[in-house]
C-alpha cells in the first residue's frame, strides 16, 4: 500500500511544478524531533535502572513490567510514531526531490540551512554509532538464546527482523558515508589541488 501510494504520487507530479512545502515540511520535522526527544526522556532513565539492577542481558531478556505503566505507554507511542515517518517520504515525492534511502541531515536542509561541511560527517558518524550499537545488542541476545541456551521473552522472529534491519541500514550508511565524505570529498580535494598547481605554474611562468 505504501509503495503504491508513493509510487502513485510520484507519477502524478511526474509533469508538475514541485511544491515548496518548506512551512509545513518544517513544522513536520520539529514536531517529529520533539517527540523523539520526548520518548527519550520518559523511556532511558527506566533502560538505565534495568540495567544497573539486573545487568544487561536480563535487561533485554526480560520485560520487568516494562511494558506496563508510563514507561510501556511511551514505548506504544513511540512504535506506532514510526508509521507517521512514512509522511517523510511522501513530502520528498511532492517536492520531487531525489527519492533515496538516507536523509540525515534532512532536516536543517529542509530548512534551506547552510550547513558547515563537518556536520553532516558528525551525524552520519552518529548514525553508524547507532546502528552498531543495535546490532551488537542483537547479536548479544542471539548468543544468549541459541549459544547459552537461556530461555528470554523475546520474539525471535521480530529478533531476527531486528538484526537484518539493523545490518542492512548500517552497510547503507556506512557505504553513504564512503560515497559522500570520502570518494566524492577526495575529488573535490585532488579538484582543488590540481587547480593550485596550476596556478603556481602560471605564477612561474
Wanted: glycine letters at 4%; hydrophobic letters at 50%; aromatic letters at 18%.
Amino acid at each position: 500500500m505504501y509503495l503504491i501510494v508513493i509510487f502513485g504520487i510520484k507519477y502524478i507530479m511526474r509533469n508538475r511544478e514541485p511544491f515548496s512545502l518548506l512551512i509545513p515540511l518544517s513544522i513536520w520535522n520539529f514536531l517529529m524531533a520533539g517527540f523523539s526527544i520526548i520518548v527519550l526522556l520518559n523511556v532511558f532513565p527506566e533502560l538505565v535502572s534495568k540495567i544497573i539492577n539486573h545487568g544487561y542481558v536480563n535487561s533485554f531478556c526480560y520485560r520487568y513490567e516494562s511494558h506496563k505503566g508510563e514507561s510501556g505507554y511511551w514505548i506504544w507511542m513511540f512504535m506506532v510514531s514510526r508509521l507517521f515517518e512514512f509522511i517523510d517520504t511522501i513530502f520528498i515525492v511532492l517536492r520531487k526531490r531525489p527519492l533515496i534511502f538516507l536523509h540525515c541531515y534532512y532536516l536543517l536542509r529542509s530548512l534551506k540551512i547552510r550547513i558547515p561541511a563537518k556536520v553532516p560527517i558528525i551525524l552520519t558518524s552518529i548514525q553508524i554509532t547507532q546502528f552498531v550499537a543495535a546490532f551488537y545488542g542483537s547479536i548479544l541476545v542471539f548468543y544468549v538464546l541459541y549459544w547459552q541456551k537461556i530461555k528470554c521473552e523475546i520474539d525471535t522472529t521480530v529478533l531476527h527482523i531486528s538484526v537484518c534491519t539493523n545490518l542492512s541500514f548500517l552497510f547503507l550508511y556506512i557505504n553513504y558515508f564512503v560515497q559522500t565524505h570520502i570518494l566524492r570529498g577526495g575529488k573535490k580535494k585532488l579538484q582543488f589541488l590540481s587547480k593550485f598547481i596550476a596556478k603556481e605554474e602560471i605564477k612561474i611562468e
